[in-house]
C-alpha cells in the first residue's frame, strides 16, 4: 500500500493560513488524495479530496503536486475550532484497499 | 441526516463479561466500518461491511464479533476481553463513487477491567 508521511506536530497562530505538507511518494494512478481531521473525543471528520487537480471547498484548499508525490491542506485561516489531528490518507478506488490512517499531524492553533 | 450514531458513549466491563456496541446511519451507506483507536494513535481498521456481508476482517482476535442486521445497523459484539482491548470503538459509514466520503460516529470509549 502507498505510504503517506506528515509532520508529527504544527502550530499555527489564529487567523493566519496554516499549510499541512503530506508526502506520498509511492503514489499510484488511482489513489486519491484523502485529507480527514479529528478533534478532541470525536471522531474523524472528512475535510477535502481530489485525484490530480487542486481542489476548494468550504472547509479548506487542497494543493496537489504535479507529479502527485505530495500534496498541502490549506487552511485559509485557523480558528482555536481547527485544532486538531489531520490525517493524510491514499484511497485506491479501483480496488478493494481501504482507507488506512497514517500517523497524521497535530495541529494546535495559538491564540 | 448525515450522522452515524453510536451507543453507548462510554462502557465499563469485565473480563468475563458479554456486551454490544450498536451503530447506526440513515444516509442509505452500504458499506460500514469498525475501527478501533488506541490513545494518541490512529484508527486502525477492524472489520468492513458491504451490503451486509462481511468483506474484510483484519485479523480481528474471535472475542470480537461483528453484525450487521440490516443496511443501517452495526453491531459489535464482545465477549471476554481483555485489559489491553480498551480503546474508543469507531464506527463509520461510506458513501460511494468518486466522491466517495467516510462519515464517523463519535465512538464509544471502551475501558475492560
Known amino acids: 500500500d502507498a505510504k503517506t508521511t506528515q509532520p508529527n506536530s504544527m502550530e499555527s497562530n489564529e487567523e493566519e493560513p496554516v499549510h499541512l505538507p503530506c508526502n506520498h511518494s509511492t503514489i499510484s494512478g488511482t489513489d486519491y488524495i484523502h485529507w480527514y481531521r479529528q478533534l478532541p473525543s470525536q471522531g474523524p471528520e472528512y475535510v477535502i479530496h481530489?485525484?490530480?487537480s487542486n481542489v476548494n471547498n468550504r472547509m479548506a484548499s487542497l494543493a496537489i503536486a504535479e507529479d502527485r508525490k505530495s500534496s498541502t491542506l490549506i487552511l485559509h485561516r485557523a480558528t482555536l475550532r481547527d485544532a486538531a489531528v489531520y490525517y493524510c490518507?491514499?484511497?485506491?478506488?479501483?480496488?478493494?484497499?481501504?482507507?488506512?490512517f497514517g500517523s497524521g499531524t497535530q495541529l494546535t492553533v495559538l491564540p | 441526516d448525515t450522522e452515524v450514531t453510536q451507543t453507548p458513549k462510554h462502557l465499563v466491563m469485565g473480563m468475563t463479561n458479554k456486551k454490544s456496541l450498536k451503530c447506526e446511519q440513515h444516509?442509505?451507506?452500504?458499506?460500514m466500518y469498525w475501527y478501533k483507536q488506541k490513545a494518541k494513535k490512529p484508527p486502525e481498521l477492524m472489520f468492513v461491511y458491504s451490503y451486509e456481508k462481511l468483506s474484510i476482517n483484519e485479523s480481528v482476535p474471535s472475542r470480537f464479533s461483528p453484525e450487521c442486521p440490516n443496511s443501517s445497523l452495526l453491531n459489535l459484539h464482545l465477549h471476554a476481553l481483555q485489559p489491553e482491548d480498551s480503546a474508543l470503538y469507531l464506527c463509520?459509514?461510506?458513501?460511494?463513487?468518486?466522491?466517495?466520503?467516510?462519515?464517523f460516529g463519535s465512538g464509544t470509549q471502551l475501558s475492560v477491567l
Open positions: 463509520a459509514s461510506r458513501s460511494q463513487g468518486t466522491n466517495e466520503k467516510l462519515f
Open positions: 481530489g485525484l490530480t
Open positions: 444516509m442509505g451507506h452500504r458499506a
Open positions: 490518507i491514499l484511497r485506491d478506488t479501483a480496488s478493494a484497499r481501504q482507507l488506512t
